[in-house]
Structures are given as structure tokens and as C-alpha cells.
């Protein structure tokens, strides 16, 4: 799910992607929830990790009344010299709100069942708010220092936007994002969506612009893209 961000803000994200958190309703203690996608390429902040290719992706969530929740995310990937092809994400965390704002913690193991030298966990968290029509997110992911990262840390710092039009299915979405050490060297990554929910088939379609700066190293995997999903929440 790659923050598949757990709070899939990031409108071209697999995103990120993305899991959606299920909450209980009323009277309800848990509430399980699931989702499944089918993208033309996956990309993790900015970053294809399907070699540019086609991905089938899906997690479920349970969520407590009480805020807190958790679940996995699945997506196929390709890394190449023989890491494997699946990625594995396991997450926690406990989501409200304050007033307006919106707030969301957790941490996050990202997992390579095919090569253990991959795992990694991160920590993260979010905020969200409304202004006058625009539905804006920011947010933080901290990696600390581990074997797996080189005993490196990585910070990624986001910020989102998203603007229905009208009373259409239709909406727009904003995405700039900024990671610096194991993964990145002052790394840059922006995407532009233009989204639909279709109500009447139940699946939501995006037609996302991604591109990226300051990513020596990783070959075509950062190339601009444009990407399209199709996605269900169940």
C-alpha cells in the first residue's frame, strides 16, 4: 500500500493506492473493509516499482470505533535481480479528528516475502482540513535507521489537494512530494489527476500525470508518466 499512504491522499498514488481506512458506523465496534485495484504501472512517490508495467493491487482494514485500525495492502512489483515480485504492506494506527482537522498516525512494515533484505517499517502521519471546496492533506513519513536501509533514516514530506467540479462525478487532484536520505537525495515528486466516481458500477477511475525530480540511479523507473486506475472499496 505504500502509505499506499494508509490516508491515500496522494491523488496519483498508488498511491498514495491505496488502502482505504474503514470506520465503524453507529452502534457498530468494527467495521471490516476492503479495496482492489488495477493500475498501468505502480508508482510509489514517483518511483515505478512494476518496472513501468501493469499492477494488480488489493488490502482489507478493520477499523474500531475508537479511531484505531489496521491492515494490509498487496501489490505485484518488479525490482529486478531476483527480489521477488510481491510487496507485502502491514499497517496500524489510530485516525480522528479534532475540530475541523482531521488527523491520522501509524506505523507501516513494508514487506518482500521473496527477499527479507527488503523489510522495512516506517513511521507516519497526517493531517487534513477543508478550504471552502478544496480538501487538503499533509503529511509526514519518517523511516528510522535499520539494517535494511543501509543504517540510513528517510524522511518524506507531502502535501495534497483535491477539488470536486460542481455536482459532477468529477474531481481534480494535486500532489507534490519531497524525500531525502536512504531512498532519496533531495528527491521531488508532483502528479496532477483528474478523477471519477462512477456511482452506477461502483468503481472509481484516475487519469493521473506523474513525474519526478533528482532521481540519478533508477534508470526509467522515474520517467514522467501518465498512469490509469481503476478502483473499488468494499
Known sequence: MRVKTILMAAAAVSSIGVANIGTASAGEAFEVSGNVAF???????????SDNNFA??????VGHSSGLYVGTWASNVELGDGQGSTELDL????????????????????AYPESDDLNYYELYGSISGTAGLVDLTAGLAYVPEQD????????????????????SPYSLGAHIGYEDGA????KIDYSLSVD???????????????????????????????????SKSM
Open 39 to 49: 493500475t498501468t504501472d505502480y508508482r510509489f512517490r514517483g518511483i515505478s516499482l
Open 183 to 186: 531512498f532519496g537525495d533531495e
Open 196 to 230: 471519477k466516481a462512477c456511482e452506477d458500477w461502483g468503481i472509481d477511475l484516475s487519469l493521473a500525470w506523474i513525474a519526478t525530480e533528482n532521481t540519478e540511479g533508477v534508470g526509467d523507473a522515474s520517467d514522467d508518466a501518465v498512469v490509469f486506475t481503476v
Open 91 to 110: 499497517y496500524g494506527g489510530y485516525a480522528g479528528e479534532a475540530g475541523a482537522i482531521g488527523y491520522d498516525v501509524g506505523v507501516i512494515l513494508y
Open 148 to 167: 535494511n536501509t543501509g543504517d540510513e533514516d528517510n524522511t518524506y514530506i507531502y502535501a495534497s489537494a483535491g477539488l470536486p467540479l460542481g455536482e
Open 56 to 61: 494488480v493491487q488489493g488490502g482489507f482494514d
